[in-house]
C-alpha cells in the first residue's frame, strides 16, 4: 500500500543552524507531496506542496524537492528559528477521494 | 481567505452525554473531513463528505455520526463515547475537481476529553 517514512525525532537544533527532514515515500501511482506544520496546541498547517516530479515547494524559508527517481521529499532550511518548533508531517495523496497518507511526524526543537 | 474554523475548542464530556463538533469553511470547498488524532500520532481520517455526500467511512465506530447540512457547515455528532475517544479532532477542507490533487485546509482541532 501507499505509505510515508519520516526520519524519527525528536530533532534538536541550535538557533540558525540548518535544518534536514528526511521523508520518502511508497506509492502505486503518481502522487502529489506535501509537508504539514503542527504547533503545540494548534491544527495542521500546510507548508508547502509539489505535484510532479522536480517541482520545488516553498514557503517561510522552508523548501522541498519532489525526486521522484529516489522516491523522497526532504525538507530543508537553511537557518531555523526558535519559533520553527513544531511537528513537521509529510504526506501524500493520490488524488481523487483518496485520503491524504501522512507519516509519523518529526519533532524539531529549536534552542537559542 | 484559506481558514476552517471549529467549535468549540475544548470539550470535556461523559460517557453518557450527546454533544456535536461543529466546523465551516467558506472557500467554496466541495470535499471535508474529519480526523482524529491522538497525542504525538498523525492525523487518521474517520470521515470524508464529498458534495455534501459521505464518500469515505474509514469503519468508525457508530457513536460518532457525521453530517453535512450544506457545503459550508460539517458536523460530528457524539454518543456514548469511550475514554480512549479522548483526542483532538481536527476538521479539513479541500477543493474537489475529478482527476485533481489539491491540499487539505486544517481547523484549530476541537480537544475533546472524555470522562
Known amino acids: 500500500g501507499d505509505s510515508v517514512t519520516q526520519m524519527e525525532g525528536p530533532v534538536t537544533l541550535s538557533e540558525e543552524a540548518f535544518l534536514t527532514i528526511n521523508c520518502t515515500y511508497t506509492?502505486?501511482?503518481?502522487?502529489?507531496l506535501f509537508w504539514y506544520v503542527q504547533y503545540p496546541g494548534e491544527g495542521l498547517q500546510l507548508l508547502l506542496k509539489?505535484?510532479?516530479?522536480?517541482d520545488k515547494g516553498s514557503n517561510k524559508g522552508f523548501e522541498a524537492t519532489y525526486r521522484k527517481e529516489t522516491t523522497s521529499f526532504h525538507l530543508e532550511k537553511g537557518s531555523v528559528q526558535v519559533s520553527d518548533s513544531a511537528v513537521y508531517f509529510c504526506?501524500?495523496?493520490?488524488?481523487?477521494?483518496?485520503?491524504?497518507?501522512f507519516g509519523k511526524g518529526t519533532r524539531l526543537s529549536v534552542i537559542a | 481567505d484559506t481558514e476552517v474554523t471549529q467549535t468549540p475548542k475544548h470539550l470535556v464530556m461523559g460517557m453518557t452525554n450527546k454533544k456535536s463538533l461543529k466546523c465551516e469553511q467558506h472557500?467554496?470547498?466541495?470535499?471535508m473531513y474529519w480526523y482524529k488524532q491522538k497525542a504525538k500520532k498523525p492525523p487518521e481520517l474517520m470521515f470524508v463528505?464529498?458534495?455534501?455526500?459521505?464518500?469515505i467511512n474509514e469503519s468508525v465506530p457508530s457513536r460518532f455520526s457525521p453530517e453535512c447540512p450544506n457545503s459550508s457547515l460539517l458536523n460530528l455528532h457524539l454518543h456514548a463515547l469511550q475514554p480512549e475517544d479522548s483526542a483532538l479532532y481536527l476538521c479539513?477542507?479541500?477543493?474537489?475537481?475529478?482527476?485533481?490533487?489539491?491540499?487539505?485546509?486544517f481547523g484549530p482541532g476541537t480537544r475533546l476529553t472524555v470522562t
Open positions: 479539513a477542507s479541500s477543493p474537489r475537481r475529478t482527476g485533481e490533487v489539491y491540499e487539505q485546509y
Open positions: 506509492a502505486t501511482g503518481y502522487p502529489s
Open positions: 509539489a505535484t510532479k516530479a522536480d
Open positions: 504526506a501524500l495523496s493520490l488524488g481523487g477521494n483518496t485520503p491524504l497518507v
Open positions: 472557500m467554496g470547498h466541495r470535499a
Open positions: 463528505y464529498s458534495y455534501e455526500k459521505l464518500s
